[in-house]
Structures are given as C-alpha cells and as structure tokens.
C-alpha cells in the first residue's frame, strides 16, 4: 500500500479498533529503543516493555535470523508433536528458572501473557482440586474475562461479570498503606492479610493459588520494600495449601536487573509466567512453568486447554535467540547499571520537580508518582497525562499508569541496552516536560 498518513490513519479509523485508545502516528519502522513513523520522525520508545515485547531493542539482528531461518524450515506444528524449538526453550527456561522452579518445571506454551495466566489457573485448580483465587488491589494479569477477574483495578471491573470466588486483597504499596502503616512498623500486615482472607473472606479451603506481580507494572510499579513480604506469603500459601503464582509477564528476563523479579526479591513460587519480552521482538510467544514435583500425572496432558499458536516452532525459535541475546549481552546487568543512573537522575529531579511524590525502581522499571502536592499526595492525573503528551511531542514515549486507580505514575520501561545518552535524552525530555507542567 503506497497511502500518506492521513489516508492509512483515515482507514484504520473506519477498519481498526485499538480496543484501548490510539495515538495518532503510523509506525513503519523500528530499530533498538527508535521507533520512526512514516513521515520519518524518531520517537524514543521508554514504554517497549510494558506494551510491546521489545526489551532486547526492536529488530535485533539475532531474533531477526532466527525468524527468517525458522520459517523457511517450520513455522507452525500442531501442538500435540513435540518440535525442536519448544523443547529448547522449555529446557532453557528449566534451566534458568528461579528457586525451586530450577531444573524441576514443565513449561506450557502459549502466545501471550493473559494465556499464561488462565493456564497457570486451570493447573493450580485441578492440581488442588479446588476452584477459588486471590489477588491484590492494582493488579493486572490479563485481558480475558478469568484474567480480568483476578485484576484489582477499577476499569476492569466495569462492565464485565466477575468470576465467583475470585478475590482481591491489599497490596504492598507503601507510600499509600491501605493500613495507614508505615514500614518497618507495619509487621507486614498487608501479607499477613492473605491469611484472614484465606481463613475467613473466602470459600472454606477452596482456594486453588495466590497471584502476585512482584511488582505491579500496569498498577504503577508497587512492590513491597523488602524480600520478607515474599517470605510471609510463602508461608502463608503453603500453611494454607494454596500454589503460589507469580506473574513475571512484565518483571521477567532481565528487566528488575536480574533474570527475574523473583530472583531480585529471593520469591519462590510454585508456578511462574512470563511473556512479552520473551518473544524478543519476534513471534509472540508466552510460558507457564510449573513445579515438576505438584503435578500429577493425571493432570499434567490433560488440562484439556489448547492454544492452537501457542509454542510454534516459530514462536520458540524466538524465545531461544532472546535468552541468546539476553545472556551474551549481559542485559539483566546492563538494566541494573541503566537503571541505577537514571533513577539517580531522578532522585535528583525530585529536588526541582515538586509534583514528583515517589520515584520507584528497581531496574529499568521506574516509575516516577506524580502528586498534586506532597503532603497531601493527591494525585497528580492531568499533571501525568500532560508530561506525557510533553515528552511525546519532544521525541520520547513514557507509559502511564492505569487509570481510574492510579493513572499518575509515568512509567520508563526502555529496552534493556538502551544507552546512556539515550537514557540522558529520556531524562532531559521528563525534565524539560515537567518545567512546563505545573500542578492544577
Ligand atoms: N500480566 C501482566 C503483569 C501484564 O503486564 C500483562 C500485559 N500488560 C499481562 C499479564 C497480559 O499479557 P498479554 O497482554 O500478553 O495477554
């Protein structure tokens, strides 16, 4: 199609639904952290790892040969075959896997995260024979309509029906403490609230899993201060009989500065998901790992759950070349370096910047909370809107929290080998855009 912008964004209003509102600019191109539109302007893409996969940089060269050498061979299989890259790639990720996922995990396959967490589900519900979840408040897990049951965010409540038994509890945020606590005082009680509501707020024993986002990426990056917030709920779950899910479809492969979040906060859960930046940029691809030794036989081929994409020779080949590059390029350590001077930056900025209330890591997974004013902590919601429409017309694209519950928090998710004049530009421009925006 030979169309000019107006044309092709003139279509996509009468042919397309972007299903979660749309920005006006034809992409055509993407390279590392640059995404050009057709006019061949340059944006500096610090969401890639919130909304799209990208977190080894847009058309990395090694993802790239991997896709052309897979589809000239194999590019889909029906699921009930084993093929050569998803036996890889499930062996890698048991290789890699955190805590007592490590070389004891089957991996099931499918095409994105939100799959990722109707399988992890279905295995805790027939694994434990019991049909009840809980989650957290400002929790984000998916698309589809169990997913969305289990996610503690008001949009996602509205018109959909909610999942009976699907519950939601405090989350570990403490600069807004649902408790009015403050840390270390606080005994943790939001993770020992996990015990009541498995006690007394739900179905007598007839809860399957607990579901956690180390830290919650769509919510607003909150996460508990410390490992020992992991270590209670742990105890929690396994006092309770209940599987302990982690969803790393955000926090994964590299992007907290280590491997995984899980490693970064010494968690340890029974099953883990993961999805995104697993792909590499490539073909879409998402995992769920299970703990070997919890499955019984009985369960483990017979879910009766089928993505018919999900672990395509092609897809996998993709998940190979990303741990490929995410290992040779040593880019959980480069988040971490990337990630320690631009939250540096920021902690700095928050001297100018009065309508910074928190700045939050830890690696390439920063937020900045925008407030009104500090004591208060109002939130800052046009503020953060405002900066980020800034940022956008100066060349640099950040993330905003999920609104109604809280859309203040710019989030800087770039691909992990961003470099640092690239982080400098990110930082100037958050800079720049927040001079201009004063709080209303
Ligand atoms: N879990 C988390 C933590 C996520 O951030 C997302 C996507 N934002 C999902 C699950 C759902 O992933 P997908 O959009 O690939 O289905």
Known sequence: MDLSEEEILKSDARYVTHGIGKIPMVVVEGKGAIIKDIKGNEILDCVSGTSGPVSVG????????????????????????ANIPRTELAERLASIAPSRLRGNCVTYFSTGGSEANEV?????????????????FYSYHGGTLATLSLCGQSWTKLQYPRFPGFYQIPNAYCYRCTFGKEYPGCDFECARYLEYQLKLGSGEKNVAAFILETVQGNGG????????????????CDKQDVLFIIDEVQTGLGRTGEMWSCDYFKADPDILTCGKTLSGGGSPVAATLIRSDLVPSEVMDNIWHIFSMGGSPLGCACGVAALD??????????????????????????????????????GLLIGVELVKDRRSKEPGLEEAMSVQMKSFQKGVLFGLSAKPGYGNVI?????????????????NTLDDALKEVKAV
């Not at 060269?61 to 052309?68: G, L, S, Y």
């Not at 508990?224 to 992991?230: G, L």
């Not at 590059?325 to 001297?351: F, Q, S």
Request: charged share 30%; no cysteine.
């Open 411 to 427: 989030k800087i998710k770039p691909p992990l080998n961003l470099t640092k004049e690239q982080a400098d530009t990110a930082l």
């Open 221 to 236: 990056h909150m996460h508990p201060p410390t490992p020992e917030y992991f270590k209670i709920v742990r105890e929690i």
């Open 58 to 81: 847009y058309t990395h060269p090694r993802v790239v040969e991997a896709v052309k050498k897979q589809v000239e061979q194999l590019s889909h299989s029906l699921a009930l075959f």
């Open 325 to 362: 590059i995410l290992r040779d390029e040593k880019l959980p350590e480069r988040a971490a370096e990337t990630g320690r001077y631009m939250t540096k930056r920021l902690e700095e900025m928050y001297k100018e910047h009065p309508l910074i209330g928190e700045i939050r890591g830890p």
């Open 120 to 136: 992890a589900l279905k295995f805790a519900m027939l694994t434990k024979k019991k049909a009840e979840a809980v989650s957290v």
